[in-house]
């Protein structure tokens, strides 16, 4: 199976910083990433994707960077509010062999008003 | 708009008994899939079907069986159900691969089952 994992399982941010969580992938097949973020009691969310093609991009206040060469992804959001809060799940793909998406353990953002 | 709908929300069940999750879709998506959500462990690929009448297995297939007599309809059996098999469980669709050039998966909301 796919190994992806995330380097902090817990984050704590003051409202009105920027966020970074960090995600590390080892299927150097993975050509196609997305970002997912869940609500308590919910199921996961879409924030953004990115392809292998490209080293960034940019949302409305979440920018994705993915750096092939040491398999790493990041979530930026920028100016975190309290509704932020939640887990953030990295997702990766190997676009051409089909939609199976293998996700990270999460992390649990903290936003603190 | 109802997306993806999970049946039922909560579930308890005792070992050796089965059941079947319930998945439907409204957006007509070639591409269905269950996944378990286990703390600290993320999600985990149970089963995935990219079209009616095909199926294939995920990561953690045991214990298992799916069916995909319609497109919009994902059933997951547990046909002897194991404490091990306690976890949230949500099911997801996309458009294929084949079709779009977005892979992002639609979640229904979970249905939480626990097995003593």
Same mark, same amino acid.
């Given at each position: 199976?796919?190994?992806? $994992?995330?380097?902090?399982?817990?984050?704590?941010?003051?409202?009105?910083?920027?966020?970074?969580?960090?995600?590390? &992938?080892?299927?150097?097949?993975?050509?196609?990433?997305?970002?997912? *973020?869940?609500?308590? $009691? *919910?199921?996961?969310?879409?924030?953004?994707?990115?392809?292998?093609?490209?080293?960034?991009?940019?949302?409305?206040?979440?920018?994705?960077?993915?750096? *092939?060469?040491?398999?790493?992804?990041?979530?930026?959001?920028?100016?975190?509010?309290? $509704?932020?809060?939640?887990? &953030?799940?990295?997702?990766?793909?190997?676009?051409?062999?089909?939609?199976?998406?293998?996700?990270?353990?999460?992390?649990?953002?903290?936003?603190?008003? | 708009? =109802?997306?993806? %709908?999970? %049946?039922?929300?909560?579930?308890?069940?005792?070992?050796?008994?089965?059941?079947?999750?319930?998945?439907?879709?409204?957006?007509?998506?070639?591409?269905?899939?269950?996944? @378990?959500?286990?703390?600290?462990?993320?999600? @985990?690929?149970?089963?995935?079907?990219?079209? =009616?009448?095909? %199926?294939?297995?995920?990561?953690?297939?045991?214990?298992?069986?799916?069916? +995909?007599?319609?497109?919009?309809?994902?059933?997951? @059996?547990? !046909?002897?159900?194991?404490?091990?098999?306690?976890?949230?469980?949500?099911?997801?669709?996309?458009?294929?691969?084949?079709?779009?050039?977005?892979?992002? !998966?639609?979640?229904?909301?979970?249905? +939480?089952? %626990?097995?003593?």
């Amino acid at each position: 199976g796919e190994s992806v $994992g995330l380097h902090l399982p817990t984050l704590s941010v003051q409202e009105g910083d920027n966020s970074i969580i960090n995600c590390a &992938y080892s299927n150097s097949a993975s050509d196609y990433f997305i970002w997912y *973020k869940q609500e308590s $009691g *919910k199921g996961p969310q879409f924030i953004i994707d990115i392809r292998s093609n490209m080293d960034k991009r940019q949302g409305q206040r979440v920018t994705v960077l993915l750096n *092939k060469t040491v398999k790493h992804l990041s979530l930026q959001i920028a100016a975190t509010q309290p $509704g932020d809060s939640a887990v &953030y799940f990295c997702a990766e793909n190997d676009w051409y062999t089909g939609n199976q998406f293998y996700f990270g353990t999460g992390t649990s953002l903290t936003v603190i008003p | 708009n =109802a997306g993806v %709908t999970q %049946t039922p929300k909560f579930q308890v069940l005792k070992t050796g008994q089965s059941m079947t999750l319930q998945c439907a879709q409204d957006m007509n998506h070639e591409y269905m899939s269950w996944y @378990r959500q286990d703390p600290g462990m993320g999600l @985990r690929l149970i089963h995935y079907s990219v079209g =009616a009448g095909i %199926t294939d297995q995920g990561e953690v297939p045991n214990g298992y069986n799916v069916s +995909r007599s319609t497109t919009e309809d994902f059933p997951l @059996r547990l !046909l002897s159900a194991a404490p091990s098999q306690t976890s949230v469980y949500f099911c997801a669709s996309s458009y294929s691969s084949l079709e779009a050039d977005t892979g992002e !998966l639609f979640f229904g909301e979970g249905s +939480r089952l %626990t097995v003593l």
